[in-house]
């Protein structure tokens, strides 16, 4: 079992859709939690760093993470075409290096 | 301006060559990282360092070397030992472990 999953996608949604991307992780002493945006050929920007449980908003962008269940969300309103591109989680332990999902394609349509 | 700078933006070189990747950041982060990005997969950490002259090797080290002079440089060395070089080459760096991390635009590095 990888550390930190991600469906691969590609999720495809209208303009205007609330999208909802997820991860699972398997260690329960992750604590650290990022999301990136990666366009193609172009280095990840970051969008969110989170720690511990709970709810975290910027802008259009809101983080979750559930540690009871391992579970953490990227929610994105009011999509764009330009959020066209693949999402990556992270988790991290406390003083250690950061594990990454594979990704989430997302396509949001005209 | 702070950010991250790799370069070249595209590296191409014959099977059995040496070749190195620069990184320099002007944030003043004491870490640097150097992440390896194939389809389909996670980016996976080659090797890391939190401070000036020391670094330490991630998950996949074999067949790569970096050194740390400076603080605002971390060049990778991917030498003919690495069996498959062919891949996108990212580096990061952040204020310590488990801090955000940035990451540089990237090199893509074609073998053949």
């Known amino acids: 079992q990888k550390e930190v999953e991600q469906d691969p996608g590609p999720l495809s949604v209208p303009e205007g859709a609330i999208v909802s991307l997820n991860c699972t992780y398997s260690?329960?002493?992750?604590?650290?939690f990022m999301w990136y945006r990666q366009y193609s050929r172009k280095g990840p920007e970051l969008l969110m760093y989170?720690?511990?449980?709970g709810n975290k908003e910027d802008g259009r962008f809101t983080a979750q993470v559930d540690k009871s269940s391992k579970y953490i969300s990227l929610f994105i309103r009011d999509s764009q075409p330009s959020d066209s591109a693949t999402y990556l989680c992270?988790?991290?332990?406390?003083?250690?290096?950061?594990?990454f999902g594979p990704g989430t394609r997302l396509s949001v349509l005209p | 301006d702070g950010g991250i700078t790799q370069s070249p933006k595209y590296l191409f070189r014959k099977e059995g060559q040496n070749v190195t990747l620069s990184c320099e950041q002007n944030?003043?982060?004491?870490?640097m990282y150097w992440y390896r990005q194939d389809p389909g997969q996670g980016l996976r950490l080659i090797y890391y360092?939190?401070?000036?002259?020391?670094?330490q090797k991630g998950d996949i080290a074999e067949g790569y070397s970096v050194s740390r002079e400076k603080k605002e440089s971390f060049p990778l060395t991917v030498t003919s030992a690495q069996k498959n070089p062919t891949a996108f080459y990212l580096c990061?760096?952040?204020?310590?472990?488990?801090?955000?991390?940035?990451f540089g635009p990237g090199t893509r590095l074609t073998v053949t």
């Open positions: 990061a760096s952040s204020n310590g472990i488990s801090y955000e991390q940035y």
């Open positions: 260690n329960s002493a992750f604590q650290y």
């Open positions: 989170t720690y511990s449980s």
């Open positions: 992270a988790s991290a332990p406390y003083g250690q290096n950061f594990v």
């Open positions: 944030l003043n982060h004491d870490a």
């Open positions: 360092s939190q401070i000036v002259n020391d670094f």
